[in-house]
């Protein structure tokens, strides 16, 4: 099951596909099962209110913002020019087969 099918399983839960499929409907109900005991295992463990706001800002500070790298840029750069170098080379090549092939239609 792709990512894409597995969200779409999940967002209509059983009423969609799940409702004429057995294995998916079994699928959905351990995923419930498995939700249900890690609340009630979780549910008395809480983190203090202060924290998130203190991981955010810890976070922030510490990632520093990567300027972007130039190498995709000169990878296009290289690319580019090597597809104009070949045609280059190639359409005056090609061209007295071109004028050929439109004197004999012509």
Do not use: K, Y
Not at 3 to 30: I, Q, V
Request: proline letters at 9%; charged letters at 15%.
């Amino acid at each position: 099951m792709g990512c894409p099918e597995l969200e779409e399983l999940l967002f209509e839960g059983t009423n969609g596909h799940a409702a004429h499929c057995e294995a998916c409907r079994a699928l959905l109900d351990a995923w419930h099962r498995v939700d249900a005991t890690l609340d009630t295992a979780l549910a008395p463990i809480c983190a203090p209110p202060g924290l998130a706001p203190a991981v955010r800002a810890r976070v922030s500070r510490e990632q520093p913002v990567l300027a972007p790298s130039l190498i995709p840029e000169i990878l296009d750069l290289i690319g580019w020019a090597a597809v104009l170098a070949t045609a280059a080379i190639v359409i005056p090549r090609l061209l007295p087969f071109i004028q050929a092939v439109l004197a004999e239609s012509g």
